[in-house]
Every structure is written in C-alpha cells, then in structure tokens.
C-alpha cells in the first residue's frame, strides 16, 4: 500500500517538473558542471482523461537538473549534445512517455475503507469476465532519440524524434515545441506550444482494449496514429535568496484517435502546480 502511494507520488512530480524547465535558468547562461535541486511545496494537480478514474494531486515538486560537457540531466531527461552552435543544437535524448503515466496514477482509492471492506452503493450483476476500467493496466515506457533545437532571438523551435527503447509498444513519438521565455525586472516568464504525433503502435497499446479486457464489449475501435496539441505557460518569481514563487499552467488537447477510445471520457487534460521552491 506505501508502495504505490509513493510511486503515484513520483510520477507525478515526472509529469510536472517537465514543465518546471521553463523557468528563469532557461534564461541564464548554463556553465559546464552546474547543477541545482529545487524542492517546491504548494499544490499541484492533474487531469486523467481515463473514463472512471480519479484525478490525482500532490504538494510537493521536486526538480533538479546537471550539465556537463556534453551530457546533461533535466529532471527524468538525460541528454548528450551531439553539436551545438549559437542558434543550432542536435541532442541524442531519453524521456518518459506520458501516456503512461495515466495508468501509474491508478490504485489510490484502494486506500478508502469502502473498497477494503467490499462495499459498494451500486448494485449491479457481477459478471466476472467484466474489467473495470479503473483495474486495467499497461507499462510506463521510456523513449530516446534525436532533438534539434534552432535558437533564435524571438523563440527556439524543438523538433525531435523518439522511439520506444524499453520493448513496451515499439512506437514512436515525432514532437514539435515553439518556446518562448522572457525576464522582466520582476522575474520570468515562459510559454511553450507543441505537437506531439503518436504512432499507432504506441495509441493501439495505451488506448484499445486486449480480447481479455473487452468481455462483452465488442468495441469496433480500430487506433492509428494521432497528433495531441497542448500550451505550456511558467511563472517564475523571486522572492529572496534560493526562494522562488512557482507557477505552472498546462493544457493538452488529446487527438481524436485517443478521445474514441473508450478507456478515455475527456477531450483533453489539464495539469499545473503553484507554490514556492527553494532552490539547494
């Protein structure tokens, strides 16, 4: 029971402090050897577009990165720079796959007493071929593959190319992300919009059902591939020495491949977190 506590809790500090790289260090200039953890507390929260499955929160975020010459740490992300110039960077990049992560997230409400009794106020047949959404599982996999960045005076766009590296699905990922971030005399702000396709391997795997968990079902949903969009906006501002007020808003709009399936209730998912970090 602590054990997937604590896992739920990690993988939601994975999905948000992908966003917390948008802050003010993006603006600064990043010397060979720098590294910084930052523990952030203030409350965070995130949308599961799964059908019959909770949303999940958390009040702590932690974020750390470390570059070196070449290699470099960004959280879950580990990256090599292959070439760099000043407007042009190619990056060899291993990341997590978020589609995951919704099926990570699952298994708190394990915890209420309701369900470790066996009570339940519905009362319907029991059928035991029937799965319940929020019992069906699939595995976190992790992506890696080659990121360019072109730098520019207005915004850096990012396009890279990832391939499932762990065996899960054996699809891939293209991403596209504009980004864009600007100091002011009262701290930073980031903004970032992307697109990101998904193969149809990788949206067959996440979101179809198997021949065991369809029962009666039946569904006619055939996957292919699909393209989610999303806008990432960051606030970052100073207050006093390491101490920094933190904020994070993202929305993502998932393709229509993903909202057919059944396992999906929600045309797309809303994460974000606001607190204070402190940086170590």
Known sequence: MTVKVKKRFLLLALLLSQSAALQAKEIETVSAGDWQ????????????????????NTWILPTWYYYGENF????????????????????????????GFFYEFDGL????????????????????K???FEEIERNL????????????????????????????HQGNEIQLRLKRSQAFSWGALGLEVGAIRKSENLVSYYYKLTKE??????????????????????VNVPIFDNVNFVGILEYTWLGQEITDSVLIDKSGYLSGFVGFSYDF
């Open 37 to 56: 953890i930052s523990l952030a507390a203030g409350y965070g929260a995130l949308e599961n577009p799964r059908a019959k499955v909770d949303n999940v």
């Open 130 to 132: 029937v799965v319940k």
């Open 72 to 99: 470099y740490v960004e959280n879950f992300t580990l990256g090599y720079s292959l070439y760099e110039s000043d407007n042009f960077i190619v990056d060899l990049q291993t990341r997590f796959n978020e589609d």
């Open 213 to 234: 968990e369809q029962g009666p079902l039946r569904s006619k949903y055939q996957p292919s591939a699909t393209i989610n969009y999303h806008a990432r906006t960051v």
């Open 109 to 128: 409400n394990k915890l209420l007493l309701s369900d470790i009794v066996g009570y339940t106020p519905v009362k319907q047949p029991i059928n035991p």
């Open 141 to 168: 996999s992790y992506l890696g593959g080659v990121n360019t960045t072109w730098v520019t005076p207005y915004l850096d766009v990012s396009l890279g190319y990832f391939h499932d590296i762990t065996g899960v």
